[in-house]
């Protein structure tokens, strides 16, 4: 049972207006130190990357118009979905690329798999799983005609 501090924080703002509102908006991650959500004072809209022991968060180089934010299991990486694509940026830093393969109608959030995969909702409503270099996409799931 856990038995340090209880910690209190505000996630968002309630009163913060965001023209990307049909879409998931926040992500917290697994190991519950970090929150990536929207920044709706941010001019160019981007992410912005939080640790909850922080009061502000800091906005996220290329991810400007970007949403339906997700963590990797270890923590390490954020992926976000931006003109119709999937997309990956270390957390510590670094360049944000697309995945190639992921081609998404961003319907849900994508999610992590433990072994590295990255499921998504591809372009024809159904659900695809593929390696974050692009290789061994497979189709998981198809609507129902």
Known sequence: MYSGPVVRRSIFDPDASDTRSNFTKIAVSPDGKLVVSPDPSDPQARLSLRHLDQLTGTPIPGTDVAFSPFISWDSRTLGFVKSSAVYTVPIAGGVATPVPNA????IGAPAWTPDGRIVFTNTHGGLSVVRTD??????????DS
Do not use: Y
């Open 103 to 106: 081609q998404t109608d961003a």
């Open 134 to 143: 692009g290789r061994d996409l497979r189709v998981i799931a198809t609507p």
